[in-house]
């Protein structure tokens, strides 16, 4: 089970972290990753990150402002926003892959609910 927590309210340019915990065990969070979506918007990757933290990968619209970290004795995957724009306004997700890096949805086999993220203009 994945706990997303961290969300919301934010001027532009400034920054918040997300935080997504995992509980029952480490074996099915291999690859752990970020999506957001938007009101009337579907669901797109936002970041995601492999086991040893050694590979990362980003959404080109988050890229050179979002950083992806994890702390594996924690259990915990977190996204650092900096210099976030009205359009990062989204509900963010957390989900897990037992085997691989979370690059897109079709690879997240648990996904953890959603923590709202509001950026103002």
């Known amino acids: 089970q994945l706990q997303a927590y961290g969300g919301g309210l934010v001027q532009a340019g400034g920054s918040l972290r997300l935080s997504c915990t995992a509980s029952?065990?480490?074996?099915?969070?291999?690859?752990m990753g970020w999506f957001r979506q938007a009101p009337g918007k579907e669901r797109e990757f936002v970041a995601g990150?492999?086991?040893?933290?050694?590979?990362?990968s980003y959404g080109d619209s988050v890229k050179g402002r979002f950083t992806i970290s994890r702390d594996n004795a924690k259990t915990t995957v977190y996204l650092q926003m900096n210099s976030l724009k009205p359009e990062d306004t989204a509900v963010y997700y957390c989900?897990?892959?037992?085997?691989?890096?979370?690059?897109?949805?079709?690879?997240?086999?648990?996904w953890g609910q959603g923590t709202l993220v509001t950026v103002s203009s």
């Open positions: 029952g065990g480490t074996l099915s969070i291999y690859g």
């Open positions: 990150i492999n086991w040893t933290g050694s590979r990362t």
């Open positions: 989900g897990s892959n037992p085997m691989m890096i979370v690059t897109s949805m079709d690879r997240v086999t648990i």
